[in-house]
């Protein structure tokens, strides 16, 4: 199933609705950056609220992807990460180093908009 | 104990309880004068301090007793109650492990040294009683040794479930500040409750500032040091951004020896400035009122 991203102003609202294979993650990567360039979005926020895991490819895709829309002068924030999964990343040494994160989606907007200011 | 000693003619005993039941008729018989050669010994080599003398001499009598009993009986059983009731009364006054052992080891010795006078006249006797002595001597003090250990085990179990269930509160000072105050060692189990409790907080009370007190943590070696980053890194996981007060500067100098990283910790030098830091953060202003002073 695809990932629906949803375009919210200025930013980009791409909400994870059940636990991704690495296929469809890759293919999340692809569309948000094909969106991004097309809409000229400033922010884009990734909530993965419901995954009550996070491995190694997920962590780095969502690095890559960071980067990515970075250099396509979009800022992306994580957001909705449950305790149980922050917990397990951090023991497996997955910090999301360089990657934004928020609570939830509420909180990642108000970040970005934080930031145009 | 006879002072000249004179060596009894006896029927040679035909077996070791035999042996030992006339061991125990020795130690019956002598009773006072063993037991008070024994805490005269026992004061002599300063065992026991904490104790005033009638004490160590009211204990002497017990274990004396029971000692008897036990070469008698062949049983440990009561003897293990009544060492592990010793234990707890005389743990909480700082007894060590090297007193308890030593006192039981100089019961052993004095009575193998009244033996050998009883004895001296025919050695081959002495040897059987030697024989029959000193496995049962040794089983005591064993017995003793390992209550004393257990029951001191067992305390400081109860101690570290009592540290902790001491939970760790994870308080809201402000709308969307939480303060953590750490309060002893930060072992590892112990840093996955809190980091876990404060996780918990965060998305309960949305928070966006925490601040780690850890005044309260004598000493932060490298193990507790990652701890503290990993539940840092866990915490802007959740978007919530953590300022870590009350590093003393001993505890910055040895974070800094032996190498760990820290760059990722804001840290800031007391929990007055850390609340400072995270209501400028938060946008807050505090104004003091003229007045009100």
Known sequence: MRVPILKQGEYLIASIQSALTDQELSQLKDDLLDHAGRTRARGVVVDVTVLDVMDSFAARTLRSLAHMLDLLGAATVVVGIQPEVAFAMVQLGLTLEGVSTALDLEEGLAFLQAKAA | ?293
């Open chain 2, 1 to 293: 104990m006879s002072s000249k000693p004179k060596p009894l003619p006896q029927p040679p005993p035909e077996s070791t309880a035999a042996l030992l039941r006339e061991l125990v008729a020795h130690l019956r018989e002598n009773r006072i004068q063993l037991r008070e050669e024994w805490v005269r010994r026992i004061t002599e080599s300063k065992l026991l301090t904490a104790m005033t003398r009638e004490e160590i001499f009211a204990e002497a009598t017990s274990v004396y007793d029971n000692y008897v009993e036990v070469l008698e009986t062949g049983s440990v059983e009561a003897l293990q109650t009544y060492a592990r009731n010793l234990s707890e009364r005389i743990i909480p006054r700082g007894v060590e492990t090297h007193e308890v052992v030593g006192i039981v080891l100089l019961l052993r010795d004095v009575l193998a040294r009244s033996l050998f006078r009883k004895y001296q006249g025919d050695f081959e006797l002495l040897n059987r009683v030697l024989d029959a002595y000193e496995p049962a001597a040794n089983r005591i003090a064993n017995t003793v040794a390992v209550s004393f250990v257990e029951e001191r085990e067992r305390t400081i179990r109860l101690q570290q479930e009592a540290i902790r269930e001491l939970s760790t509160p994870v308080l809201q000072v402000r709308e969307r500040m939480l303060i953590l105050p750490i309060i002893g060692v930060l072992d590892s189990q112990r840093a996955r409750q809190l980091t876990e409790q404060l996780l918990r907080g965060i998305r309960a009370n949305r928070a966006k500032v925490v601040v780690i007190d850890i005044t309260g943590v004598p000493s932060v070696d490298s193990t507790a040091a990652n701890h503290l980053v990993q539940t840092v890194e866990a915490s802007r996981l959740m978007g919530a951004r953590v300022i870590v007060t009350g590093l003393s500067s001993e505890v910055a100098q040895t974070l800094v020896t032996i190498g760990v990283e820290l760059g990722k910790i804001n840290a800031v030098g007391d929990l007055q400035s850390g609340m400072e830091e995270a209501e400028r953060l938060l946008g807050y202003r505090v104004i003091l009122e003229e007045s009100a002073a």
